[in-house]
């Protein structure tokens, strides 16, 4: 399925649910409007005082919120964004969806899975007492070193297996990294399939992956600290950063490295001289391989 009727007509979906709960997010107040006495019907902002906001008409915007993108210029966009107050990500969100459904940029057929460049795997694999790992889109691994295996988990780990919220003590957190990442690749390529199969199946399996789903956020952190309560080693604090891989588009490079002299520290060099996993096993729970 190419850029087809099917996919323009989710892409139209998703650009309505995604400006009306933009919309619903700003009240009046906050866009700097006056107040307005008696009761209103919306919990945010109405479509005219939106159009208004970004001096446009309001029957423009109307069809820009159903999806209809032909012709949406930048500068709109920037006014758009600016009246509904997005941040970069979501500036960046909006600009992925109305470029693919106005046929400015064409939906990438994926065809194959990732493979990690051997320039960037040995970079990666030189990170010793480093987790380092390359995701794509999906939160798949494209490739790790072996204590990046050893802390990766899938998107149906997530959301799928009771574990996992063993294995992140801060789940929530987690889970709306998860959700708003493949919520942001969604946009970025509406034609990828097997991101669409996975969102539905998610969506099918977990009501909590539902309703993160359905606020289309699209913040992903960073940067931080992840903890983790790994089967083999215990309790890990971690602090991580991340950064996508300019050269490899969709795939981004995620790093966690241990405080010195910390116990984690300490429990990162017995995961790495046990290769990241139990003998015998891959180191996966047996539910999340899928």
């Not at 009046?28 to 159009?51: F, T």
């Not at 500068?75 to 941040?87: F, K, P, Q, S």
């Not at 399939?193 to 913040?219: I, Y």
Request: proline fraction near 7%; charge should be positive; aromatic fraction near 6%.
């Amino acid at each position: 399925m190419g850029d087809g009727p099917q996919v323009r007509a989710q892409l139209r979906r998703t650009i309505r649910d995604f400006l009306s709960t933009r919309r619903a997010a700003v009240t009046p107040e906050q866009a700097g409007l006056p107040p307005i006495r008696g009761h209103r019907r919306v919990k945010g902002l109405r479509r005219e005082e939106v159009a208004a906001l970004a001096g446009i008409s309001v029957e423009y915007y109307i069809r820009l919120e159903r999806g209809d993108a032909r012709g949406v210029s930048e500068t709109v966009l920037e006014n758009i964004g600016r009246a509904l107050r997005l941040d970069e990500p979501e500036r960046a969100h909006l600009r992925a969806l109305l470029q693919s459904a106005g046929g400015v940029r064409p939906c990438r057929l994926i065809t194959a899975a990732p493979v990690l460049r051997p320039p960037v795997q040995r970079i990666v694999d030189s990170m010793t007492g480093t987790a380092a790992m390359v995701i794509d889109g999906r939160w798949d691994l494209v490739g790790a070193n072996t204590l990046g295996r050893a802390l990766h988990r899938p998107a149906r780990f997530v959301f799928l297996d009771p574990a996992a919220r063993t294995y992140w003590p801060d789940w929530d957190e987690v889970a709306d990294d998860y959700v708003n990442g493949l919520r942001a690749e969604s946009g970025r390529n509406p034609c990828d399939r097997g991101l669409t199969a996975l969102a539905e199946a998610l969506c099918a399996g977990s009501a909590e992956f539902r309703a993160r789903w359905e606020r289309h956020d699209v913040h992903v952190r960073t940067s931080g600290v992840r903890r983790f309560h790994h089967p083999l080693v215990g309790a890990l604090e971690l602090p991580f950063e991340s950064t996508p891989l300019a050269s490899d588009p969709g795939q981004t490079l995620i790093m966690f490295s241990a405080e010195p002299g910390s116990p984690s520290e300490d429990a990162m060099v017995l995961l790495e001289l046990s290769g990241g996993a139990p003998s015998g096993t891959s180191g996966w729970p047996a539910r999340s391989r899928r």
